[in-house]
């Protein structure tokens, strides 16, 4: 019996219109994923390789996710997501079968996406885990099936983590993740498109400010600011549970108490 849940082939449902604030990370992805599926000739004549992965990193709570299954549904692609530290928790020998497994899956739904969230968990960096020799068995797997004993054909490889610092750089080289992606927090600007998205689906009332709430959410992510929305709406409840729409001054509210995990500390490490 396994211990690994199944695996999923899904075909997400997020477009690009449901993140806010990263066009140009957007663009990066639609040139080196979704050009060489649907243009694979013009990559061939003129001699080039499309990458096999790519890299998100960046603070929690910033799309990364999001983005990866955005990618899936706008460039037609099957999806299959793991967590790295999903992998790790298995008697020996399971791990790295659940890794063939995977990528088995993913040949079979090409043109497809591996999505490896906390790739980090598999790093084999010796000052992190002691050079764990669990963690080195999969990552060897992994990086086995990455360069392809079998041809990788239309399957791409992503992944993400909030620690770019400790990922093995037997990860990183060319032919594996070989795009790296920063996803940062939102500007201002991102702000107002990720609050606007929010909202779409709410009842706000006349007098929202969603500049004003922008100012007020410096330094908030997108997972906060989705947050901040909810709050805002319960609140609302709270004042009256028969209220037609949720006002100014209850996002406001909300913005003053929304917790900020992307400290200037954390943020100095990307
Ligand atoms: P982690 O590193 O913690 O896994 P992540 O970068 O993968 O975080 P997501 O899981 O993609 O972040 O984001 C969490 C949730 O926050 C999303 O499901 C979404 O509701 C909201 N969110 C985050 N960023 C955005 C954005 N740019 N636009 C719209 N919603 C966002």
Known sequence: PSAMREVYVEVPAVRWEDIGG??????KLRECIEWPLKHPE?????????????LL??????SKTLTARALATESGLNFIAVKGPELLNKYVGESERAVREIFRKAR???PSIVFFDEIDALSTSRSD???NSKHEGVLTTLLNEMDG???LVGVVVVAATNRPDVIDSALMRPGRLDRILYVGPPDYEGRVEILRIRMR?????SDVDVEELARLTEGCSGAELTALCQDAALLTMKTDINAASVPQSAFVSAAASVRRQITPDILAHF
Do not use: D, T
Not at 57 to 62: A, K, L
């Open 57 to 62: 990193f960046g603070p929690p709570g910033c």
């Open 201 to 205: 689906g709410m009842a706000v009332a």
């Open 22 to 27: 990263q066009a140009k990370v957007q663009q």
């Open 42 to 54: 013009s990559f061939a004549r003129l001699g080039v390789r499309p990458p096999k992965g790519i």
């Open 129 to 131: 885990n002691g050079g």
């Open 149 to 151: 004993v079998q041809e």
């Open 108 to 110: 079979a739904a090409s």
